[in-house]
């Protein structure tokens, strides 16, 4: 069965947490960013099981600062974008001193109060706290029984990157349990409570979904990062018209291929429409 609008996966951590080096490990691949900041960046997992198959938009997001963070996501109008994800993957260095695991804290508190105020108690989605590899010698040595009860708190199950084979029950360990627990997951149902009013046939070629809900994720990113909404108004307007003209054209030049090499056009033009941004 091929999932057709699947959830989404988000990936975020503090800048230099390692998030780009895990999704290569994870997925074979990582987005090449064109800035110094990995936010906005999206990927594509093609993914197949026993049971289903689907190519599961990845979402790519940086917390330079918890508490602006927090503040965006938790609003009224973010919650259409944050009920479509289904995993939340926060990467972490592993500490150097105890300030570093307070911090570490704060953002998985962060992050828990972002899918309560948006799912309720008790959401569906996939929780994951993944320790990579720090380049500072010595690190803070915690034994992984502290990790998991640090990110129990908070509705995380804790996932040490570097880790390998299985452990004393069996269970993968380290980027294959990271594999495990989202083929694991139920991806239906991407498509939330928008109401998107393309036509059909530029929704089914040109995924027009995506293109909205990543244009609504953009702006949140706008806002946590400081853009000023008034000075970058004009060349917000200019930027958004050239992408429309882009997205014609890739219309136009999508027309007589056949459907699927056009709906694989389709959904790479989007990709990186979406990387310009």
Known sequence: MEIQNPRRILVLGAPESGVLNLLKDLTGSAPEPSTDTTAGLTHTWDLSTRYYTAKLPIWIDEIPNIEDWRAEFIKPEAKEVVTVVGAWVFCFKKPVAEKDVILIKDTLKAIADVIEKAYGYGGDA??????TPQSTTPYLDKPSEEWDDICIEYGFEFVDSESKGKNEFGEEMGVKRVEEALKAHDWEGGEGDLDF??????????DAEEVEMNMEL?????A???MDEDEDEEAGVEELENMMRRMVAVKDMGEGM???????????????LMKDL
């Open 218 to 222: 953009f702006g949140m990113k706008n």
């Open 197 to 206: 009013e393309a036509d059909d046939e530029f929704g089914a070629s040109f």
């Open 224 to 226: 946590v990062h400081g």
């Open 258 to 272: 056949p459907e699927a090499e056009r709906k694989r056009f389709a959904a790479k033009a989007v990709n990186d």
């Open 126 to 131: 996939v929780c994951l706290a993944v320790a």
